[in-house]
């Protein structure tokens, strides 16, 4: 019995001290979320641009950088349905970590631009048209989305 005793009581110590740790290491997960980037902002049409050159623009963008972005994991465009004449954006970008922002804004956006248009003048001028767009009022934020609440 004696014998029994001096394995038990360390064996129970080694039990408690794993609980322990596994625990704590529960404890400090990161929760599951994602960055969703948004931009809202009102539509602008410059001299001479229609509707339907935007959404070309728009649409030529996303096949050239945003679909061949790396860490850009969803990407949506909202337009208001009701009231505001329609003349409302929300733009969406979804990404894993904060870090896969800060890598898509920083490094990964110009690569894929510069790879979409090599001529430096012909990017630019692509790029100013597409801004041309964008009312310069617009709003940005960053919400952090808990996939365990996602339906």
């Known amino acids: 019995m004696k014998h029994l005793k001096s394995i038990i009581l360390p064996l129970a110590m080694l039990v408690v001290a794993l609980f322990g ?15 969703i ?18 959404w070309k623009a728009m649409q030529e963008y996303y ?19 009701w009231g505001s004449l329609g003349a409302s954006l929300v733009i969406t ?3 894993d970590t904060w870090e896969d922002i800060m890598k898509f804004n920083e490094v990964e956006r110009e690569a894929l631009e510069k790879a979409a248009w090599p001529d430096e003048a ?9 801004n041309s767009f964008e009312d310069p009022y617009h709003r940005d934020e960053i919400y952090a989305v808990r996939n365990s609440m996602r339906k």
Do not use: C, W
């Open 93 to 95: 970008l979804e990404f």
């Open 37 to 54: 980037s948004q931009t809202t902002q009102k539509i602008v049409l410059p001299d001479g641009g229609t509707e339907e050159d935007m």
């Open 63 to 81: 096949d050239k950088v945003l679909a061949k972005s790396v860490v850009l994991m969803h990407y949506t465009v909202y337009r208001h349905a």
């Open 122 to 130: 012909a990017r630019k001028a692509f790029l100013k048209k597409l």
């Open 21 to 35: 740790t596994i625990t704590r290491a529960l404890a400090q997960e990161k929760p599951d979320i994602n960055y």
